[in-house]
Nanobody
Framework: QVQVAESGGGSVQAGGSLRLSCIPSGYTYISACIGWFRQAPGKARVGVGGIYTVDGSTVYADSVKGRFSISRDNAKNTAYLQMNSLKPEDTAMYYC????????????????????WGQGTQVTVSS
């Protein structure tokens, strides 16, 4: 059973940066799509982006392209979400999720396609 934990959230002013980390436990190295999602109060959970653990290929939502980047360090079993040029509308709870044994295909943005989820980390961007 894979367990996932996010860290690195906080409060920043608009234009600032944060880096979130996603650390899984309870597995040996496997191929997976690691997805990052966010959910604002009263809104649906939406995909921010994803990374395929095998080759590091990434996908992003249009709303964050050019501002956010996802990377992974397989030696540390850690995935990262670097968020730059943050906007107030980026304020949300951010989640990391794992979809095992597959690339980040066209379903990467669908929360129901992921099996393992972290508890989330809050990101608040003030204007």
């Amino acid at each position: 059973q894979v367990q996932v934990a996010e860290s690195g959230g906080g409060s920043v002013q608009a234009g600032g940066s944060l880096r979130l980390s996603c650390i899984p436990s309870g597995y040996t190295y496997i191929s997976a799509c690691i997805g990052w999602f966010r959910q604002a109060p009263g809104k649906a959970r939406v995909g921010v982006g994803g990374i395929y653990t095998v080759d590091g290929s990434t996908v992003y939502a249009d709303s964050v392209k050019g501002r956010f980047s996802i990377s992974r360090d397989n030696a540390k079993n850690t995935a990262y979400l670097q968020m730059n040029s943050l906007k107030p509308e980026d304020t949300a709870m951010y989640y990391c999720a794992w979809k095992l044994f597959g690339e980040c295909d066209t379903s990467w943005h669908d929360p129901t396609s992921y099996t393992y989820w972290g508890q989330g980390t809050q990101v608040t961007v003030s204007s």
